[in-house]
């Protein structure tokens, strides 16, 4: 067995019962006239029972292309070059990419909802809220009418919107964040163990955006499913997540405890992006920016994929990437400079923003 | 810090009767020291006609002095996008008035709204909609030079983009005088847009999300280089941000104006406001909003609102505009007439019965 192997296997930690999801070294690239587009690049990754693990990164970093290769809806340009997304369920698992069109479909909602990014355009503007909760049901052979609308009700209930005013309504009828709860009782109808939300809170007011969050807490605590969620903003990570993953360039940089990653972060990307985002609350901070701009995904520098922007690089950078590994229990990085990161914490940036 | 405030934005909102009411220390827009580079004077703006009319910017008072920043903040929908539009003329008010330098700019004549003009820039939020695909960097920035004979001739007009682009940090400025806005990525097409609007040395720049479409990662950058315009021109900003971490960085040491449904509710230093926000909206926000630290953000004390409804701009609710949300509603008051924008003291402003009467 290959050390990328082992440290692969040793990541899950407990029963294998308890991680619904398991990805495993998943490349997924785009075809384009210049050339492929490395969106993911050997993301692995567990997503455990019952936690939300929030993919963060700048747009162009692969989170969602990432997150559509999980329910296989990517694009026809798309290509899934490798790796394996085993999901597992009442002690039987297999990998979502070899599955076959019709067992696909059951999956899909059934077992993994996603919730899309722009409440709107996830509608259909002619159906009524019930008609498209219906059709969604029947396409998993649920067809007792009754039930459905007995149980797509109280799912209305649950994300706090008048039921039957709202079940009875065209999208249009809707305000941006009753459309956004209404798509997350839709997510939530065939009870699905994963959910997927992407930049859930995006378009969303910020009065808006507390009373989602608020709910998607209650609802994880309540029903008890795994959440992944989108999200550019590290603000989100910080309120929503049990566990942050970072992007960059198709890779993830460093996975970890909320509090981990915000508070003792040990990959320079990382740390970059704490520092560049101001807080409300408290005094005036220094912001510092990252140097550069993100990389072209057809044409990636060699090695690193940060290193012309990374104050930590170095030649050994250049030429190698790093895989991801342990720093602390159920802390990853993939940096060979994590120690210097952890010592100076960020100094470094200082230095180079003067 | 304190200086600064006290040349800072001051203001008033709702007619004469603000500055003859008793106590209250706020004046008209018209009595604000000369020194005062652009002012919104009572300003109103509806859109559409008959039944489908949108009051977008409700009676809005604010004057900006010299060398100053205010940050207009506020949701989606709110006006600060209509109100910024005002302000940089390209909107007429349907009420009120719009004074640069102490006189009216829909009254001026042409040479002097061309002097106007020049004196002010807006920056757009969008830099991939903003700059024509078709253009170089040399030919978008070279235009307004031309245009307005600020340089003699093709060279001139060359060495004159070199040395914009310096200032916005696009160096060497020989690799990208000739380039397309697609060969240029997203941080750097917005400095184009920033050398753009300072072609003409204005005095005066509306930025309207100017960072909002940019990375996290090199937002910083661009914030430390429109502040060092300010430094180093003496640019006076009136900066649109629905992101309130982003107007406390930007403007620490200036003001902060918050708008609710096409009205200003609150102004205040930013430290104060952040602080101590008076008005319930502000108050609401601010605890609302998510913040980048998994400790602070999850135990920051929360505001619950009556409502969750933001009412819509075709339906306006009677008296105070947040009144059928605020948590601190007094029944027979607050839903009866609008409160005034009235001066609390310290540079601050509040319109809030609460805080007014209190």
Not at chain 1, 96 to 105: A, C, H, K, P, Q
Request: aromatic fraction near 8%.
């Amino acid at each position: 067995m290959s050390k990328r192997e082992q440290s692969l296997l040793s990541w899950t930690e407990g029963p294998e019962a308890d991680v619904p999801l398991s990805v495993r070294d998943l490349w997924v690239e785009y075809q384009a006239q210049r050339g492929a587009v490395k969106a993911v690049r050997g993301a692995s990754f567990d997503l455990y029972k019952g936690e939300s693990l929030s993919l963060t990164g700048e747009s162009g970093s692969g989170k969602t292309t990432l997150a559509l290769s999980l329910i296989r809806l990517l694009p026809k340009s798309a290509h899934i070059r490798g790796g394996q997304i085993i999901y597992r369920r009442d002690g039987r698992e297999y990998d979502v990419l070899t599955l076959e069109e019709g067992d696909l479909r059951q999956f899909r909602w059934k077992e993994c909802a996603m919730v899309f990014q722009s409440a709107l355009n996830a509608f259909n503007p002619v159906l009524k809220i019930w008609d498209q909760m219906y059709d969604t049901v029947k396409a998993h052979d649920y067809t007792d009418r009754e039930k459905v609308r007995k149980q797509a009700l109280e799912l209305l209930e649950l994300v706090q919107l008048e039921s039957e005013r709202v079940i009875d309504s065209y999208p249009h009828e809707l305000s941006g964040g009753m459309r956004q709860r209404v798509l997350l009782a839709m997510s939530l109808l065939l009870n699905p163990q994963v959910i997927i939300l992407d930049e859930p809170t995006t378009a969303l007011d910020i009065l808006t955006q507390r009373t989602i969050i608020e709910l998607l807490k209650e609802l994880k605590k309540k029903l008890g499913f795994s959440m992944i969620f989108i999200s550019h903003d590290l603000s989100l990570a910080a309120e929503l997540a049990d566990r942050v993953a970072t992007m960059y360039a198709g890779r993830i940089v460093e996975i970890g405890n909320v509090y981990d990653v915000f508070y003792h972060p040990r990959h320079p990307y990382t740390l970059g992006l704490i520092k560049a985002v101001p807080t409300v609350t408290g005094g005036f901070q220094e912001l510092v920016s990252i140097p550069g701009s993100p990389p072209d995904l057809i044409d990636l520098p060699p090695g690193c994929a940060f290193h012309p922007r990374c104050p930590y690089a170095d030649e050994r950078c250049k030429q190698e990437e790093a895989e991801l590994t342990a720093v602390t229990r159920g802390h990853l990085v993939a940096c060979f400079h994590w120690e210097r990161v952890q010592n100076d914490l960020g100094q470094e940036w200082q230095l180079r923003d003067q | 810090m304190t200086a600064s405030l006290a040349s800072g934005a001051k203001l008033s909102r709702g007619g004469s009767h603000a500055a003859e009411s008793p106590g209250v220390g706020a004046r008209p827009a018209s009595f604000a020291p000369s020194t005062s580079l652009i002012e919104l004077d009572h300003v109103g703006r509806t859109f559409g006609s008959g039944k489908e009319k949108v009051r977008a910017v409700d009676n809005v008072s604010l004057t900006i002095s010299e060398g100053d920043i205010l940050c207009l903040v506020g949701e989606s929908g709110c006006g600060k996008t209509t109100t910024g539009r005002i302000a940089a003329g390209l909107l007429k008010p349907t009420e009120g008035r719009v004074l640069f330098q102490g006189s009216d700019i829909w009254s001026m004549d042409r040479k002097e709204f061309k002097r106007y003009r020049r004196a002010v820039q807006i920056i757009h939020q969008d830099p991939y909609a903003s700059l024509n695909p078709a253009h170089t960097v040399y030919k978008v920035l070279s235009a307004p030079l031309l245009r307005h004979n600020l340089v003699g001739n093709y060279a001139e007009a060359r060495l004159k983009c070199m040395e914009l682009l310096e200032i916005v940090d696009l160096t060497p400025p020989g690799d990208f005088l000739d380039k397309y806005p697609h060969q240029l990525s997203g941080g750097q097409r917005q400095r184009v847009s920033v050398a753009r609007a300072l072609t003409v040395n204005p005095s005066f720049i509306v930025a309207d999300e100017a960072v909002s479409m940019i990375d996290v990662s090199i937002r910083a950058s661009l914030l430390s280089m429109l502040s060092r315009l300010r430094e180093q021109f003496g640019v006076t900003f009136l900066f649109i941000t629905h992101d309130l971490a982003l107007a406390k960085h930007f403007a620490w040491e200036h003001t902060i104006a918050v708008m609710y449904v096409g009205s200003i509710v609150e102004i205040a230093p930013t430290p104060e406001l952040i602080d101590h926000p008076l008005h319930p909206y502000t108050q609401a926000l601010l605890a609302a909003i998510p913040e980048a630290d998994p400790r602070l953000t999850r135990s920051k004390p929360r505001v619950a609102l009556r409502s969750m409804d933001v009412p819509s701009l075709l339906n306006l609710p009677s008296g105070c505009r947040f009144h059928p949300r605020c948590p601190q509603f007094i029944e027979g008051l607050c839903d009866q007439e609008a409160p005034e924008l009235v001066s609390v003291g310290n540079g601050r402003y509040v319109a809030c019965y609460r805080v007014s009467q209190v």
